[in-house]
């Protein structure tokens, strides 16, 4: 038995959490299909992921998005919607709406900012 109360588990988890999402990021987002995945209780899951990482599933998975997104920008010739499609948004308006929110600027600005440097 562990003495730090499940404290390796609970790492393990966030750690099979993350990974799942990076692997399948893409695809829409799903509690029930990533609990089921880790065979785990979904609640349970948003609690412990929240606790030790400070942010929500949501967030990491927008968070992976946009940071795959912007590589996009930078590498390719791609257009903002195909950029959006490629990283699993279904509309380049919806996109937009979370790449701003995430990174704190729209995708023109990034790719304009990064054709800069």
Do not use: W
């Amino acid at each position: 038995m562990r003495e730090n109360g499940g404290r390796d588990s609970g790492e393990a988890l966030v750690r099979a959490a993350k990974e799942y999402i990076e692997t399948h990021s893409a695809e829409k987002f799903s509690l029930k299909t990533l609990s089921e995945a880790l065979f785990i209780n979904g609640s349970y899951l948003l609690r412990l992921f929240k606790a030790r990482t400070g942010q929500t599933l949501l967030g990491y998975h927008n968070r992976v998005r946009c940071d795959r997104a912007t590589a996009l920008l930078r590498d390719t010739d791609m257009s903002i919607s195909e950029v959006g499609e490629a990283v699993g948004f279904v509309s380049s308006a919806h996109f937009s709406h979370v790449f701003r929110k995430t990174t704190g600027m729209t995708p023109t600005e990034c790719r304009c900012g990064l054709n800069r440097q």
